[in-house]
Structure formats: C-alpha cells, structure tokens
C-alpha cells in the first residue's frame, strides 16, 4: 500500500487496543475487590498525596500496589480511548460520521467511569463500588462496538434485502446479550455484598441455555458463514470455560473447601471467572453486531464478502 496510512486503520487498531486495555483493567479491578485493596490509597487523584503519575514504584507494596496500578491501568485506557476518538474524528472522508459522536460518548464514558471510582473512594460508599462495576462492563461493550465498527469485514459489506433464516438470530443474539449482562450485575452484587447469589446463578443458567441454543442455530443453519462460526464457536468454548471457574468461584467462597483451597487458588478462580465472563459479554455482543450488518445484505454480496470477513476477523 502507498501513500498515508488511511485513519479507519488506525481507528481500529486503537479500538482493539482500547478492548483488551479495558478487559486488563476490569481483570485488575477484580484483582483491588477480591483482595480488599479498594482504599489501600485513601485519597483521590492524588496517591498518599502525591501525583498519581510520578508516585515512587519503591511504595507500591501489598494492596497499594493493585490500587495504584488499576489507577494508572484506567488512566492508559482513557488515553486510548482519546487517541481511538480523534482518529475517528480524523477519517473524514467517511460518510458514517454517526462513529465520531459514538467516539465522544465513550471519551465521556471513561471520564465518568474514572470520577465514580475515584468518589468510592472519597465518599467510602459500596453502592458505589458497584455502580463502577456495570459500568466497566457497559464501556466494555462500547469499546467493542467501536472495534466491530472500524472493522475491514463491516467496511466491506454492501447492504439490500435480508438473508433467508437470519432475522430470527437477531432475537437469538439479544436475549443472550441481554441474559449475560443481567447475570454480570448479578454478579457483581454477589462480588461487593455478598447478596443476590441464587439470582446470578439462575440467571447464568439461563444464559448458558440461551447461548447454546444460539451457537447451535449458527452452526446448524449458517455453517458457510465465516462471520458468524468464528465468534459462534469462540463463545461456545468461554461458556464451557466460564461454567467450570464459575464452579471453582463457587466452591471457593460458600463452601467448606473453599477453606483447604491454596489462597492463590482462591483468588484464581474468582479473578478468572470474572475475566472470561467479560470475554464471553463482549464474544457475544461481535456476534450480535455481525448478525445486524449480515441481516441487510444480499445474499450474492453476503458471498462477495465473506473472503474480506476472514481477514477481518
């Protein structure tokens, strides 16, 4: 290729790394929570009075060290996540502008999300902490649309008429969406207070029926559809994954073996459940994404396509 870098490349390079920056960083919020290092640094934005940025790494000790380090880890994705957004602001001959102002809404979203953990600590309130937390896995979701926006496979698809035996997937792809996201606030409540456990296992298990049903509906009907197998199977392999942590995770905090576990297994079983059910949110949120865009293409361009699907990815 010649010439300037065209911005869409640059744009979705840097919503990928926006993507995996943010699931890093809700990894390590998980890591501040379940080791109970959320006031390890009692003030807010400076640390023990200081700059946060220049605070000497010789102090980053115990839960200082998960505390400060989720601090400077949300100030990269901010960064990211402005540099994600003048990019899009960069591409202007693109006619979908719509994706600058979806670019400013999560430049909005980080900044609010930064101030609510930052007033968690200061005001010393748990509603907080869990408000911090949907809200993490909303702008997650963002993030990931902005990735599947700025993708080469959406770029190259042309829109017509609908595909025979796609419409009802879009049905399929938002009550498991929907199912998950339900179930991660459950979640999250089970995480900071202890409560609402038999919600949030009800609630996964209707999830994990809902995304079975909906990767077999892929495999099973939309087979030559590389778009669609790809994060079809990925999601099929993080539920079974998800179902044995969330086991793990279980076993681990409300029963008795939880007690003989190592504590370093205690820990791994409740960081990485957490963790691959974000990975599960945002598989399914691209399988939903990709779903709408093929619902509106023809059936000859759905074929036209598919070779720049598989490079897109």
Request: hydrophobic residues 60%; contains cysteine; aromatic residues 8%.
């Amino acid at each position: 290729m010649t010439g300037a870098t065209p911005p869409r490349f640059w744009a979705h390079r840097l919503a990928v790394a926006t993507v995996v920056a943010t699931a890093v960083l809700i990894f390590m919020g998980g890591l501040v929570t379940n080791t109970g290092s959320g006031l390890a640094v009692p003030d807010w934005p400076t640390t023990f009075g200081q700059n946060m940025f220049l605070y000497p790494p010789s102090q980053w000790v115990g839960g200082i060290l998960y505390e400060h380090s989720h601090r400077l880890l949300g100030a990269l994705v901010g960064l990211l996540t402005v540099a994600l957004t003048v990019a899009l602001w960069g591409d202007a001959p693109r006619p979908r502008g719509w994706l600058r102002w979806v670019g400013l809404l999560a430049v909005a979203a980080v900044i609010g999300q930064g101030v609510l953990g930052g007033l968690r600590v200061v005001l010393l309130r748990q509603t907080l902490a869990v408000i911090h937390s949907i809200v993490a896995q909303a702008f997650f979701a963002l993030v990931v649309a902005l990735a599947v926006w700025t993708s080469k496979g959406w770029e190259g698809a042309k829109r017509g008429r609908a595909l025979a035996n796609v419409k009802g997937l879009r049905r399929l792809c938002t009550a498991t969406s929907g199912l998950l996201i339900l179930q991660m606030a459950a979640g999250v409540l089970v995480t900071h207070t202890g409560a609402a456990l038999h919600a949030h296992l009800a609630l996964a298990a209707l999830a994990a029926l809902q995304a079975l049903w909906l990767v077999a509906r892929v495999l099973g009907r939309h087979w030559d559809q590389p778009w669609l197998v790809r994060p079809a199977r990925a999601l099929a392999e993080l539920l079974v994954l998800q179902l044995l942590l969330g086991v793990g995770a279980y076993l681990a905090r409300f029963t008795a073996l939880g007690a003989g576990m190592a504590p370093w297994l205690g820990l791994a079983f409740p960081l990485a459940h957490r963790l691959v059910g974000t990975l599960l949110w945002g598989t399914s949120l691209v399988l939903a994404l990709r779903v709408c865009r093929l619902h509106a293409l023809p059936r000859a361009a759905a074929e036209i396509a598919a070779p720049i699907w598989q490079e897109a990815r």
